[in-house]
């Protein structure tokens, strides 16, 4: 009888053996399938910086300062769903303004503040969408401050080589380049497949506030194509009700945009870089905006009433880049740009809105993780216009408020060292 309960008890143990080797192997097969990954990623850029701008009505005396260069934290992951699809998440944070307590020139908070924070799916054959608050195509895809999309400024080189620097030429609407470029809120994204170096994608910005009464949606359309160390690309960005604030231009605030019933803001570029075999890379762009406006017309001895006057003003702008690696560790980099006139403005001559930058510097990389660099920036603004710094901009009025600017006029100037360490 004991010998019969060995036995047995022996059985036992040994299907319990079985069927737990069993589960893991089916667990691991499970994990391997499901695919699960996940990474933290970011960077932390500092500068120290003396800067002025001088030239307008209210010059901004020269001062030193420590600039942060738009250093962010982000946690992503993926997990597999079946065959090649799979689901994916992020969440960025800007670590923006941390020299200054996170309190930026605006007086806005923007410590930890959101970035490229989505979710989504993801297939080689069908390509990607997510949701949620993302750089539009015109930015990711075909952006100036990456490899033909996104803003990687300083990690990899595209048009503007100098992006997430106080000498960046592009990337917002205060810039001299890539006016049209932005981060949709409330948005939705789709990218396809790459089919033998071509990719497409589009963008949504939905305005569900809508808290001037009018639908201020906003779209981007943009295609690129890569052969070996060729690409180009070019993008398409249009807002609803959105045109020229003509009132705060007339009384010297500067250019700038905000709702305005009926009339539209769009834009379009076309970009390209190149990297020869002597380690010299290039990049070309061209950006043309088309700012819709309204005013009411003044009555004349003709005609006593008074009429709401609608149209565009439109303005071109170009850009080049130049770099030379010297050796592993150090490369010299320049870029140009000019803005154009402001055709058909209702305010000032057409050429009073016009720009030039020129930025230059060179690059030290001690390993992937940590690289110093040191640069020179100089914008020239005509009488009306005030393109401003990148990163960190200059605000000669309204300092520390929410409707702070810099002076028409005022043309600023940057000398700056800077560390950038990679996690």
């Given at each position: 009888?004991?010998?019969?309960?060995?036995?047995?008890?022996?059985?036992?143990?040994?299907?319990?053996?079985?069927?737990?080797?069993?589960?893991?192997?089916?667990?691991?097969?499970?994990?391997?399938?499901?695919?699960?990954?996940?990474?933290?990623?970011g960077f932390l850029n500092g500068e120290i910086e003396s800067?002025?701008?001088?030239?307008?009505?209210?010059?901004?005396?020269?001062?030193?300062?420590?600039s942060d260069g738009n250093s962010r934290i982000g946690f992503?992951?993926?997990?597999?769903?079946?065959?090649?699809?799979?689901?994916?998440?992020?969440?960025?944070?800007?670590?923006?303004?941390?020299?200054?307590?996170?309190?930026?020139?605006?007086?806005?908070?923007?410590?930890?503040?959101?970035?490229?924070?989505?979710?989504?799916?993801?297939?080689?054959?069908?390509?990607?969408?997510?949701?949620?608050?993302?750089?539009?195509?015109?930015?990711?895809?075909?952006?100036?401050?990456?490899?033909?999309?996104?803003?990687?400024?300083?990690?990899?080189?595209?048009?503007?080589?100098?992006?997430?620097?106080?000498?960046?030429?592009?990337?917002?609407?205060?810039?001299?380049?890539?006016?049209g470029e932005a981060r949709y809120k409330n948005s939705a994204?789709?990218?396809?497949?790459?089919?033998?170096?071509?990719?497409?994608?589009?963008?949504?910005?939905?305005?569900?506030?809508?808290?001037?009464?009018?639908?201020?949606?906003?779209?981007?359309?943009?295609?690129?194509?890569?052969?070996?160390?060729?690409?180009?690309?070019?993008?398409?960005?249009?807002?609803?009700?959105?045109?020229?604030?003509?009132?705060?231009?007339?009384?010297?605030?500067?250019?700038?945009?905000?709702?305005?019933?009926?009339?539209?803001?769009?834009?379009?570029?076309?970009?390209?870089?190149?990297?020869?075999?002597?380690?010299?890379?290039?990049?070309?762009?061209?950006?043309?905006?088309?700012?819709?406006?309204?005013?009411?017309?003044?009555?004349?001895?003709?005609?006593?009433?008074?009429?709401?006057?609608?149209?565009?003003?439109?303005?071109?702008?170009?850009?080049?880049?130049?770099?030379?690696?010297?050796?592993?560790?150090?490369?010299?980099?320049?870029?140009?740009?000019?803005?154009?006139?402001?055709?058909?403005?209702?305010?000032?001559?057409?050429?009073?809105?016009?720009?030039?930058?020129?930025?230059?510097?060179?690059?030290?990389?001690?390993?992937?993780?940590?690289?110093?660099?040191?640069?020179?920036?100089?914008?020239?603004?005509?009488?009306?216009?005030?393109?401003?710094?990148?990163?960190?901009?200059?605000?000669?009025?309204?300092?520390?408020?929410?409707?702070?600017?810099?002076?028409?006029?005022?043309?600023?100037?940057?000398?700056?060292?800077?560390?950038?360490?990679?996690?």
């Open positions: 009888m004991q010998q019969l309960n060995t036995k047995l008890t022996r059985r036992v143990l040994a299907t319990a053996l079985l069927a737990a080797l069993s589960g893991g192997v089916m667990a691991q097969s499970f994990m391997e399938e499901r695919k699960v990954e996940t990474r933290i990623y800067v002025k701008a001088e030239g307008g009505a209210t010059p901004y005396g020269s001062r030193g300062r420590v992503a992951g993926s997990i597999g769903i079946k065959g090649d699809v799979r689901g994916l998440w992020q969440i960025e944070g800007s670590l923006n303004n941390f020299d200054e307590g996170g309190i930026n020139g605006q007086g806005k908070s923007s410590t930890i503040e959101s970035r490229n924070t989505f979710v989504g799916i993801e297939s080689k054959r069908f390509g990607r969408f997510i949701i949620g608050n993302n750089d539009s195509v015109y930015r990711s895809l075909v952006g100036s401050g990456g490899a033909l999309g996104g803003n990687l400024g300083l990690t990899v080189q595209g048009l503007d080589v100098w992006n997430n620097t106080s000498a960046q030429l592009s990337g917002n609407a205060d810039s001299l380049f890539g006016r994204h789709y990218l396809s497949p790459q089919w033998n170096g071509f990719q497409a994608g589009a963008s949504y910005g939905f305005d569900e506030v809508r808290d001037t009464g009018d639908d201020r949606a906003r779209y981007a359309l943009a295609a690129k194509y890569s052969i070996g160390a060729f690409s180009i690309g070019a993008g398409y960005d249009r807002q609803q009700n959105t045109g020229v604030d003509v009132e705060n231009l007339s009384k010297g605030f500067g250019f700038r945009n905000t709702s305005v019933s009926g009339v539209n803001t769009s834009f379009y570029k076309v970009l390209a870089t190149y990297k020869f075999p002597t380690k010299t890379s290039v990049g070309l762009g061209f950006e043309s905006g088309s700012y819709g406006y309204a005013r009411q017309s003044l009555p004349t001895p003709g005609n006593i009433y008074t009429a709401l006057q609608t149209g565009s003003m439109k303005q071109r702008s170009v850009m080049a880049s130049l770099t030379q690696e010297v050796g592993f560790d150090t490369t010299v980099m320049l870029a140009a740009g000019k803005l154009g006139k402001l055709d058909n403005t209702t305010f000032g001559r057409a050429d009073d809105f016009g720009a030039t930058q020129v930025s230059l510097g060179a690059t030290y990389r001690i390993d992937e993780q940590f690289m110093p660099y040191v640069y020179f920036t100089r914008i020239n603004n005509k009488s009306q216009q005030n393109v401003n710094l990148g990163q960190s901009p200059l605000h000669s009025n309204k300092a520390g408020t929410d409707d702070a600017f810099l002076a028409p006029g005022n043309s600023p100037r940057a000398f700056g060292i800077g560390m950038i360490a990679r996690f």
